[in-house]
């Protein structure tokens, strides 16, 4: 418990110091108004889909996905009773707008896997916990880097093949490929995509705290909505679900795998997506302010409470 609430700590400050600086960047106007757009672009062009083409081509081995194929069917069906849970309850916050539930039923969805699941699963549980995960989240990631993108696409609304057709689906397929036909890339090229891969965390925390200075802090925590929707995305739906992988009595990893992909804050992707198509990011803002902020004590409640079981 206080090695996992030490690790959770640790990455929360080291998130919002990045955050604290964007802020920063805009309050002063150091940079643009427009920055958050540019950098946006830039993590949906390039840092994104290298990071996924790296997570993708490392992982995505024949012999790890037939060993690992539980991981992955219980993967899905998590996906599935997520989706279902989130489909039922945006309407409630949204009010009609179609964009806004979009945002709802993205956030209910997904957690914020890549800038907080992935890591504090490899500080707490170590490598071979956060490559379970990644194999776990396998369908979550597709999901995330297809009909996720499309949702979240504020030009286009409307989930079609073409809008499906992105750099990050892309780079996801392409590293696929790569992964099971077991191809390398030359070291200069593989050090390129790194270097855009790690630069991910940054970009996205930098965005999101420039983002969050554009509008009103006052109004931006005065939102009743959004306090419900982080209870619901840190406690709420990860309880009902991890509950049931635990009466099911599956293994320890698959508890692991589904506590740290679900009991995560609500995702920056609902900042970083809209951002680079210039749409309305106060809500995904919003939500990522105050959920990462609550995480810092539901996380280690999370798993006090679910301890018994790891």
């Known amino acids: 418990m206080i090695e996992f609430f030490n690790a959770t700590l640790g990455q929360l400050i080291t998130l919002f110091g990045v955050l604290l600086v964007g802020y920063f960047l805009k309050k002063k106007d150091i940079l643009p108004d427009n920055s958050d757009r540019a950098f946006s672009r830039l993590l949906a062009w390039a840092a994104s889909p290298a990071l996924c083409f790296r997570t993708f081509s490392n992982n995505f081995k024949i012999e790890n996905m037939a060993t690992n194929l539980g991981l992955i069917i219980t993967g899905t069906i998590v996906l599935l009773v997520s989706f279902l849970i989130a489909k039922i309850i945006s309407p409630s916050f949204s009010k009609g707008d179609s964009y806004l539930n979009n945002i709802y039923l993205y956030s209910f969805t997904i957690s914020n896997l890549g800038y907080m699941g992935y890591p504090i699963t490899q500080a707490v549980f170590g490598d071979e916990a956060m490559f379970h995960m990644m194999i ?175």
């Open 136 to 310: 776990f989240c396998v369908p979550l990631q597709v999901f995330i880097y297809s009909f996720g993108l499309a949702m979240l696409n504020p030009v286009n609304k409307k989930i079609t093949f073409r809008s499906l057709i992105n750099p990050i689906f892309a780079s996801m397929i392409l590293g696929a490929l790569f992964g099971v036909f077991n191809i390398s890339l030359p070291g200069t090229l593989s050090s390129i995509v790194s270097m855009f891969a790690d630069s991910m965390s940054f970009l996205a925390m930098i965005v999101t705290g420039f983002t969050i200075a554009k509008f009103p802090l006052k109004d931006m925590l005065s939102d009743p909505k959004i306090y419900i929707a982080s209870f619901l995305r840190l406690v709420v739906i990860p309880a009902i679900i991890v509950s049931a992988i635990i009466l099911l009595k599956l293994p320890k990893t698959y508890v692991i795998s589904a506590l740290c992909s679900l009991a995560m804050p609500l995702g920056l992707n609902t900042v970083i997506f809209p951002a680079s198509y210039g749409g309305d990011t106060r809500p995904g803002a919003s939500m990522a302010l105050i959920s990462t902020f609550a995480a810092l004590i539901t996380i280690p409640l999370m798993f006090a409470v679910f301890g018994g079981s790891l």
